[in-house]
Structures are given as structure tokens and as C-alpha cells.
């Protein structure tokens, strides 16, 4: 049976920074909130107690990076919107438009007009007025009102965009013609005195950064031995990175800034480019000499990374950026040894990390397993889960009853027909019908569409999937060379289309009982284990009761 969501109320407050916080902000627009509350006592709907709907220290300004992104409060709640998860009827009280978008206009009409397509009503306090769909279609001036509320508000944020870009550009013109320090904001291993208006360095920090080009200048070490060698002392990395790895390595083995040297650079799209066209400037302690950066960066290539892994053009690997280690989620690495002999290694029990001790799965094993489980499959089970069956089954039923209604009122309309065409009654009852069966179309076209995107999964048929895969893998061991190339890079783009990613890991914690969890784009995850001889998969669900349970996958005899 399909659960059916209620209208709520849904109260979302933001702001933009801490400073916002220690003010007013979040109170006076939860006082707002309870007085229309209290003022609308007819409305009876419940208030939402259930989602967080609070981006506080969230800027609505910039659409790539602001409150609308994934893992906001705001774009979690549109997310479910567009999932039927908010029910029509539902109201989204905001204290004025500002809140939701400060983004140009177009942008930010576009996330008010999904959310009242989706039937959701907005109640903005600030002007204590109501906008559903139909009285912005109805009525231009209230359409007018909320273009004016985020012309506003784009027009707050832009005035304050630019006033810091004039800020921050004159603290670079001070920094580049007389050294001046730019405040607070330095690297990760210096900090600022405010005493002196100098950066001074970080000594643990600074220490580490002097030990790594050492390592790399007087012992030759690659990358990830680097990261072994630090994982190894039990060094912790400094910065906004928890774990040592090869990008914030390179990024310290690259930039100019541990030789002391200012680095001014502009955002594109929130990316950080160095503005290479300007003179060099120290502005920093030398933390590492110039000859030093040199010798350094000669011996580390761009993509240098110390192993066997990437791309061979063989595609060696059929399952190339899905595979993680389920003990700490970290990427698994292939690695051929030669002879046959290949693995699925973890990363970090690579590079001597947390992941201990080495964690890693003959990879042949794993595709042997991997190709007797495709044969045995049910695709069907797999690429459309048994949730969406059996709603596609709910839809297909109330499809049948619109149908019957449809041929009773066609029935009843050639009847009519018949009788006095210029009774009123008659031309009345005509009309009802006539209304009647084009509400029927519609909402059978409705229920149709939404049954065929149910059971085609937004690729390829089931069955097509597991035709090309199965007759690929059949064919694999009586190709040439050239062929099998050809068609493992076919397997590795169609594994790709349909899993989001295999996780790896050891049932209770025994080597000896590897398993890997496949994770499917469907939302269907497969339990597998890796013994070739009895490779099996199911499907891992959840009670009700919040207990695992597990339901074959398997092809049912005929």
C-alpha cells in the first residue's frame, strides 16, 4: 500500500553568518512564525516538527554553492517536494522571498515557481500575504510583488559582493606593492600576528612541510609513501583535510606560498586560480627554499601517485570507480601483480592508513563471482525494486477504474444524443459529461506516464540490460585480444549505467568470508559473497521493526 503524505506546515528560517546568529536573526524569525500562528487559528494543518528546516550561517547568494545545494536544509525539502514527499496543500512559511534566493532574478523566480507548481503554498511573513499558483496566475501584481522582494534581495547581496571584492582587491594591491599582510586569511601552517601584522609560521605545522620535501629530495619517495611514511609516525594533517592524501600533498609540493611567496588569486565558480600574470611577492616565512621547491617539484610527476593503478586501455578493472571498503570507506585501488595475480586494495591500508591491516580481494575471484551471479540474476528484481512494482501495480488499478468510469460516460453521452438536442437539461448534462471524460484522459495520461517511467528504470529495459551483459560475458573466453578489449570496456560502461557502488567487507569481521554489498541505481542493494562455488545474492531490506532482512534475487525455476 502507498503511503500518503499530509499537508504540513513547514517553517524554514535562514541566515547567512555567525555574526547573524549572536544577533536576532533566527529569534525574530521564529516570533514571526508563532504570531501567524497565532493569528491563523482556522488553519488546520499541523506544523512540521519532523524536518530540520533551519540554514543557519547559509548564504542564498551564488546558485553553485549556496542553500539550495544537497545537503541543505532548503534543498533537502525541494528534493522531497519533487519526490511527492510534500503533500499539495502544505505551506512553506518564510519570514520574506530574500530567504529562499538572493540569486538573479530568473534563478531565484525559478525555485519559487517549482515550489508552487508542486502545489505548495508560501506564506511570506514580512507582508503577511499567501501565494499559491493560482493567484500568481490570476492575479500579475501579486507575480510583481515577489519579483520585486528578490530583485531586492539579489540587489542587497550584489551591493555587498561588490563592496568586498573593492575590499579584498585593495588588500591585494597593498599586499603586491608593499607587502602588507592580508590578515587572518594565510596558509593552514602559518597564522597572523596581529602584533607585528606579520604571518608567522606554525611550528608543528611547518616541521611537517620541511620533513615531506625532505622526503621527496633526499630519499626519492613517491607520493604515497609519503603518506605511509606520515601515517607511519602518526602525523595528523593540518587544514580542513582529516586524512593525508595525494591532492593536499601535491597542492603543498606546488604552490609557492612554502616559499614564502603570495599567490593572489580569483573564484570561478568557487574554484580557487592562481593569477599567474602577476609579479611575485613575498609575503610569507620561507618555510621551504626556493632550490628546495625546484629539486622537488622536477621529481614528482603531474599525476604521479607511486603504484601499478589507472587506466591501461585493457580495462583490466571491469568495476574502475565503484569499489570501497566498507571498514572506512575508502576507495579500493586495483593492482595487478602480473601472472593472473590482481587485486581490490583499500587505499588507506595502502599508505599504512587507519584501514589496518591491509584490506584487500583477489580481484579474479571477485569477477568470476561476479559474472555466475549476472546468469543467475533476476534483472527484473534488481533494476526496478519491488516498491516500485507493486505501485506500478496500484497505478494500473486505479488506470482500470478510470477506464470503466470513462465507458459509462460515454455511454451515457450517445444516449443523450438521441433525446431533444435543445433541451436545457439536456445541453447541460452533455457539457458535465464532456468535462467529465476530459478529466478522465487527462489523469489516465497522467497515470500512464508515471507507470512507464516506473517500469523502464530511465535507461534500457531490464531484459536488454541483461541480454547484452550475459551474451558479453558468454562470449569473453573465446575472443582474440583486441575483442576482448572491445568488449570489457562494452561491460565496464554498462556496470556504470547501473551501479552507484560495491562495497567490500568480511562477514563478522572473518577473512575467510569476503562479501560485497552492490549497490544498484535503483536503490536495490545485493549481498554477495565472493566464494565462486556458491556466490549468491539477495536483497538487503529493512523491517519495520528496523531488523535486516533479506529476499532471493536469484531466477525462480520454471
Not at 530567504?99 to 534563478?107: A, Y
Not at 599525476?303 to 586501455?313: E, P
Not at 435543445?422 to 458535465?432: F, G, P, T, Y
Request: charged share 25%.
Amino acid at each position: 500500500m502507498q503511503y500518503e503524505y499530509k499537508p504540513k506546515i513547514y517553517s524554514y528560517v535562514r541566515f547567512s553568518s555567525a555574526k547573524q546568529e549572536r544577533g536576532h536573526s533566527k529569534k525574530r524569525q521564529t516570533e514571526m512564525l508563532n504570531e501567524w500562528l497565532a493569528d491563523n487559528p482556522n488553519i488546520n494543518i499541523p506544523l512540521d516538527q519532523t524536518l530540520d528546516m533551519q540554514d543557519l550561517g547559509v548564504s542564498a547568494w551564488k546558485s553553485y554553492k549556496n542553500n539550495l545545494s544537497d545537503n541543505t536544509a532548503l534543498g533537502g525539502f525541494l528534493s522531497m517536494a519533487e519526490q511527492g514527499r510534500i503533500a499539495p496543500g502544505s505551506i512553506l512559511v518564510i519570514e520574506q522571498f530574500d530567504r529562499l534566493s538572493r540569486d538573479e532574478i530568473v534563478d531565484a523566480m525559478a525555485v519559487v515557481l517549482n515550489i508552487l507548481k508542486k502545489g505548495i503554498e508560501i506564506v511570506s511573513l514580512a507582508d503577511r500575504q499567501k501565494y499559491t499558483r493560482q493567484s500568481v496566475n490570476e492575479n500579475t501584481t501579486t507575480l510583481m510583488l515577489v519579483i520585486h522582494q528578490l530583485a531586492l534581495g539579489h540587489g542587497e547581496s550584489q551591493k555587498k559582493s561588490d563592496r568586498c571584492k573593492r575590499a579584498w582587491r585593495n588588500k591585494k594591491e597593498q599586499a603586491l606593492e608593499h607587502g602588507k599582510a592580508l590578515g587572518n586569511r594565510g596558509p593552514s601552517w602559518l597564522k597572523y600576528d596581529r602584533s607585528s601584522e606579520t604571518y608567522i609560521e606554525i611550528p608543528e605545522y611547518a616541521d611537517v612541510i620541511r620533513i615531506i620535501f625532505d622526503w621527496i629530495i633526499n630519499r626519492g619517495w613517491k607520493i604515497h609513501k609519503v603518506i605511509s611514511g606520515l601515517n607511519d609516525m602518526d602525523i595528523k594533517p593540518f587544514g580542513l583535510s582529516k586524512t593525508w592524501n595525494k591532492s593536499f600533498i601535491q597542492s603543498l609540493l606546488r604552490t609557492r606560498r612554502v616559499c614564502g611567496y603570495y599567490e593572489p588569486h580569483h573564484l570561478v565558480k568557487g574554484k580557487r586560480v592562481i593569477c599567474n600574470d602577476l609579479p611575485e611577492v613575498k609575503l610569507y616565512p620561507e618555510t621551504v627554499s626556493e632550490s628546495d621547491w625546484v629539486k622537488a617539484n622536477k621529481l614528482i610527476q603531474p599525476n604521479d601517485i607511486g603504484s601499478n593503478s589507472g587506466k591501461t586501455g585493457k580495462a583490466s578493472n571491469l568495476f574502475r570507480g565503484l569499489c570501497t571498503c566498507a571498514s572506512c570507506g575508502s576507495m579500493m585501488q586495483f593492482e595487478n601483480k602480473g601472472a593472473g595475480n590482481s587485486y581490490l586494495v583499500c587505499k588507506q591500508s595502502l599508505m599504512n592508513g587507519p584501514c589496518q591491516p591491509r584490506v584487500s580481494f583477489r580481484y579474479p575471484e571477485f569477477e568470476k563471482a561476479f559474472f555466475k551471479y549476472c546468469s543467475e540474476l533476476n534483472w527484473h528484481a534488481v533494476l526496478i525494486p519491488e516498491k516500485s512494482l507493486s505501485l506500478s501495480k496500484s497505478l494500473q488499478t486505479e488506470l482500470d477504474v478510470l477506464s470503466s468510469q470513462r465507458e459509462r460516460n460515454k455511454t451515457a453521452f450517445e444516449r443523450l444524443l438521441m433525446l431533444d438536442g435543445e433541451n436545457d437539461m439536456v445541453i447541460k448534462r452533455l457539457s458535465a459529461l464532456t468535462t467529465e471524460i476530459e478529466k478522465i484522459d487527462q489523469e489516465a495520461a497522467r497515470l500512464k506516464a508515471k507507470i512507464d517511467e516506473l517500469n523502464n528504470t530511465g535507461m534500457m529495459a531490464p531484459e536488454m540490460i541483461r541480454d547484452e551483459l550475459t551474451a558479453a560475458i558468454a562470449d569473453i573466453n573465446s575472443m582474440s585480444d583486441d575483442e576482448l578489449i572491445d568488449v570489457r570496456i562494452k561491460i565496464q560502461r554498462q556496470l556504470k549505467l547501473i551501479i552507484h557502488r560495491i562495497s567490500f567487507g568480511y562477514a563478522n569481521g572473518d577473512k575467510d568470508k569476503p562479501l560485497c554489498t552492490i549497490g544498484y541505481t535503483s536503490g536495490v542493494n545485493i549481498l554477495l559473497t565472493l566464494d565462486s562455488k556458491s556466490s549468491r545474492a539477495v536483497e538487503v531490506m529493512e523491517s519495520d521493526d528496523g531488523k535486516v532482512v533479506y529476499r532471493n534475487l536469484t531466477q525462480t525455476p520454471t
